[in-house]
Nanobody, 132 residues
Framework: QLQLAESGGGLAQPGESLTLSCAAS????????IGWFRQTPGKQREGVAC?????????MYAATTKGRFTVSRNFARKTVELQMNSLKPEDTGVYYC????????????????????????WGQGTQVTVSS
């Protein structure tokens, strides 16, 4: 199994931006499906973004993050990044990246998102706090 590690979390004020990175030890993530998830106090872990193909054309976002978050591959750094703009206090939580094989998508009326149960390798998480 891949060992993933997230970085880039921290404290931001509402409206500010943060960029999270996901890297794999001993491997590159160029062709892996990578999902970003977050765990907020009192709520179930939720998917916020998912990048499926190497080119980054096939990406999915949660309804709560679409238009503000961007997931992309950084080939030079061998990472997958989550650019988070216009942060809100409700974005506070622990953010995880994960990968898996044959990841399926779940389609609802408001969003399409990679299915969490198909991810098999997870990072330890990085804390994001949005507060004034």
């Amino acid at each position: 199994q891949l060992q993933l590690a997230e970085s880039g979390g921290g404290l931001a004020q509402p409206g500010e931006s943060l960029t999270l990175s996901c890297a794999a030890s001993g491997s590159v993530l160029d062709s892996f499906t990578i999902g970003w998830f977050r765990q907020t106090p009192g709520k179930q872990r939720e998917g916020v973004a998912c990048i499926v193909d190497r080119s980054g054309v096939n990406v999915m976002y949660a309804a709560t993050t679409k238009g503000r978050f961007t997931v992309s591959r950084n080939f030079a750094r061998k990472t997958v990044e989550l650019q988070m703009n216009s942060l809100k206090p409700e974005d506070t939580g622990v953010y995880y990246c994960a990968t898996g094989k044959n990841v399926r998508a779940r389609l609802t009326n408001i969003q399409s998102m990679c299915m969490e149960e198909d991810f098999t390798s997870w990072g330890q998480g990085t804390q994001v706090t949005v507060s004034s």
